[in-house]
């Protein structure tokens, strides 16, 4: 959702449109009965209040009306470099994408719209503390920094709101500001933090290595409040 909403900020959509975010809804002939989490309907509300609620249906709409090769090609401008899958679900997470690419990406929003390759060694010295290799920055700016400054906002939002960052919200408690969104697949197949302060990007992905089996907890479905929200909370909060 995240990058489906830099792909319309792009496209020149506001985060303050108003969209009817009832549940369920048809939103194209091969997606004809798209519910929110729970089946919750919300009304009217705006673009960012519906990424702070997490919107099924308000997205559902967003990238069906800006299409799914605008959501590709800013994927791929952002850093991630998996193909996203040509169909309208892909808006939601149904692309399958590495922890690697989704910390470049979110990354690229943080430092003002700027790409920067991941490195693993920025520098190595000899025994004698001698400098023999120092990483140069490459960063290119690929998003207009104004846009940057305005989707890190809605992202900060969703943080305050604390509707599904609730426990990042309550726990986290470094004196600075923090963007992010949770994402939850199917069935607890897979649950995501993505979250960033100024200084530092940090996600964290629960799930299966192999296949979409979910992940249980007391025999039930987990959440991201039990599982990716505390890891990065507890990582960030040292840090």
């Given at each position: 959702?995240?990058?489906?909403?830099?792909?319309?900020?792009l496209?020149?959509?506001?985060?303050?449109?108003?969209?009817?975010?009832?549940?369920?809804?048809?939103?194209?002939?091969?997606?004809?009965n798209?519910?929110?989490?729970?089946?919750?309907?919300?009304?009217?509300?705006?673009l960012?209040?519906?990424?702070?609620?997490?919107?099924?249906?308000?997205?559902?709409?967003?990238?069906?009306?800006?299409?799914?090769?605008?959501?590709?090609?800013?994927?791929?401008?952002v850093g991630?470099?998996?193909?996203?899958?040509?169909?309208?679900?892909?808006?939601?997470?149904?692309?399958?994408?590495?922890?690697?690419?989704?910390?470049?990406?979110?990354?690229?929003?943080?430092?003002?719209?700027?790409?920067?390759?991941?490195?693993?060694?920025?520098?190595?010295?000899d025994?004698?503390?001698?400098?023999?290799?120092?990483?140069?920055?490459?960063?290119?700016?690929v998003?207009?920094?104004?846009?940057?400054?305005?989707?890190?906002?809605?992202?900060?939002?969703?943080?305050?709101?604390?509707?599904?960052?609730?426990?990042?919200?309550?726990?986290f408690?470094?004196?600075?500001?923090?963007?992010?969104?949770?994402?939850?697949?199917?069935d607890?197949?897979d649950?995501?933090?993505c979250?960033?302060?100024?200084?530092?990007?940090?996600?964290?992905?629960?799930?299966?290595?192999?296949?979409?089996?979910?992940?249980?907890?007391?025999g039930?479905?987990?959440?991201?409040?039990?599982?990716?929200?505390?890891?990065?909370?507890?990582?960030?909060?040292?840090?």
């Amino acid at each position: 959702k995240t990058f489906t909403l830099l792909a319309a900020m792009l496209d020149g959509m506001s985060p303050t449109v108003m969209l009817n975010c009832s549940s369920p809804m048809y939103i194209s002939p091969g997606w004809p009965n798209l519910e929110n989490y729970g089946n919750n309907n919300y009304g009217y509300i705006s673009l960012a209040r519906a990424t702070e609620l997490s919107s099924n249906t308000a997205y559902g709409q967003v990238i069906e009306a800006i299409g799914i090769e605008k959501l590709q090609q800013t994927a791929l401008l952002v850093g991630i470099d998996t193909p996203v899958k040509p169909v309208l679900a892909s808006s939601l997470g149904s692309t399958e994408v590495t922890p690697l690419e989704m910390c470049e990406g979110y990354s690229t929003i943080a430092s003002g719209g700027v790409h920067r390759n991941p490195v693993a060694i920025t520098r190595i010295e000899d025994r004698n503390g001698n400098v023999v290799y120092e990483h140069q920055d490459d960063g290119e700016q690929v998003v207009d920094s104004a846009i940057a400054e305005d989707i890190t906002e809605v992202l900060e939002g969703v943080f305050n709101a604390g509707y599904t960052t609730s426990y990042v919200n309550a726990y986290f408690n470094a004196n600075q500001p923090v963007a992010g969104k949770t994402g939850t697949a199917d069935d607890a197949a897979d649950l995501w933090f993505c979250g960033f302060t100024p200084q530092l990007t940090t996600v964290v992905w629960m799930g299966h290595r192999q296949g979409n089996d979910p992940v249980l907890i007391y025999g039930r479905y987990a959440e991201t409040y039990e599982t990716s929200q505390p890891i990065w909370t507890d990582y960030m909060n040292t840090v």
